[in-house]
């Protein structure tokens, strides 16, 4: 009994010491995992190869108060991210993560609805409206309670891919067909083997793709349309186009207008696309912002569709 007694007057004074030193000494921990759902599986750790952002706010206020960078190589799918509490890390807290790339700015404008978060992507030279698709952006949001002081918490960022790109192949049909009836010389009922396109076949109307998006994914307003400046090449029958990179919104380029809960988030002339007409190549159509999911059908006069594919 005598020997016990020491032991418990050394654990009340530890004890004491916590409550005397606002529970530092017994602090809890946040214990952040990281998943990227893609068929079926968590694909985070095969997709995610650089750092991850992490932003916390405070989920009432939507005030930011901290920032960290998690190295890549510190955490797996049996190792989180784990941090100590701070006097900060009390109530519900918004999580917003990204993955770290050289060619994206990460915007957090104070017109940002809160604890919502996007991303723009860079121009390789200013001015130029030419930018660098990037393919395996990730983006994740989650909201929790913190918990008191002590106590540990088990948290799950979900993550989503910020950039949608969409590829598409289209040859005008009348090339394609190889013969149709115009006009040689003022005389008509001339079938030729190469036709030259109407410039109607120069018009992409990206049904579906809308140029307003809403926090649930849900598209509106205008449809997108393409009206890029090509030429028809005689020497191997291909619609060509020395133009490269992106749209700006003086016409000839594309203008992309971004809604988080029908609210302005993003304004940007700097969608890339790359336009060809030959089998293979593909008109490259990359919309950064909040993550979106198309729902797409293409009209387009003069043309045939040769193929579509999605990167989600």
């Known amino acids: 009994m005598k020997k016990l007694f020491p032991i418990l007057l050394s654990i009340l004074l530890m004890l004491s010491s916590c409550i005397q030193d606002e529970l530092d000494a017994c602090a809890g921990r946040l214990h952040i995992y990281f998943s990227y759902i893609y068929g079926q599986t968590n694909q985070f750790y095969e997709t995610a190869k650089t750092d991850v952002h992490l932003n916390y706010y405070y989920k009432e206020s939507g005030d930011k108060f901290r920032e960290t960078t998690i190295e890549r190589a510190s955490i797996g799918i049996d190792n989180p991210y784990v941090r100590e509490k701070q006097r900060e890390d009390k109530d519900s807290i918004t999580l917003i993560a990204w993955t770290h790339d050289e060619r994206?700015?990460?915007?957090?404008?104070?017109?940002?609805?809160?604890?919502?978060?996007?991303?723009?992507?860079?121009?390789?030279?200013?001015?130029?409206?030419?930018?660098?698709?990037?393919?395996?952006?990730?983006?994740?949001?989650?909201?929790?309670?913190?918990?008191?002081?002590?106590?540990?918490?088990?948290?799950?960022?979900?993550?989503?891919?910020?950039?949608?790109?969409?590829?598409?192949?289209?040859?005008?049909?009348?090339?394609?067909?190889?013969?149709?009836?115009?006009?040689?010389?003022?005389?008509?009922?001339?079938?030729?083997?190469?036709?030259?396109?109407?410039?109607?076949?120069?018009?992409?109307?990206?049904?579906?793709?809308?140029?307003?998006?809403?926090?649930?994914?849900?598209?509106?307003?205008?449809?997108?349309?393409?009206?890029?400046?090509?030429?028809?090449?005689?020497?191997?029958?291909?619609?060509?186009?020395?133009?490269?990179?992106?749209?700006?919104?003086?016409?000839?380029?594309?203008?992309?207008?971004?809604y988080i809960k029908d609210n302005p988030a993003a304004s940007f002339d700097c969608a890339p696309i790359q336009l060809a007409s030959t089998p293979g190549d593909y008109i490259d159509l990359v919309i950064d912002g909040h993550y979106i999911r198309p729902q797409m059908s293409i009209k387009v006069n003069g043309w045939k569709l040769a193929t579509v594919e999605s990167s989600m």
């Open 104 to 258: 994206v700015e990460y915007v957090d404008a104070a017109s940002t609805p809160m604890g919502v978060g996007y991303v723009h992507l860079k121009e390789m030279t200013p001015g130029s409206g030419i930018c660098a698709p990037v393919d395996d952006l990730l983006y994740g949001q989650t909201s929790f309670h913190a918990g008191t002081h002590i106590e540990r918490r088990d948290v799950t960022i979900p993550f989503v891919r910020a950039v949608c790109r969409v590829r598409i192949t289209m040859i005008p049909q009348t090339v394609q067909d190889g013969d149709a009836d115009i006009d040689i010389n003022g005389r008509r009922d001339t079938y030729a083997t190469v036709i030259i396109p109407h410039a109607d076949d120069y018009t992409f109307h990206l049904k579906g793709t809308r140029n307003k998006i809403d926090y649930n994914n849900i598209t509106s307003g205008e449809e997108i349309i393409l009206n890029p400046k090509a030429y028809y090449d005689e020497k191997d029958g291909n619609v060509k186009t020395t133009w490269f990179g992106a749209f700006s919104s003086l016409e000839e380029y594309l203008k992309v207008n971004v």
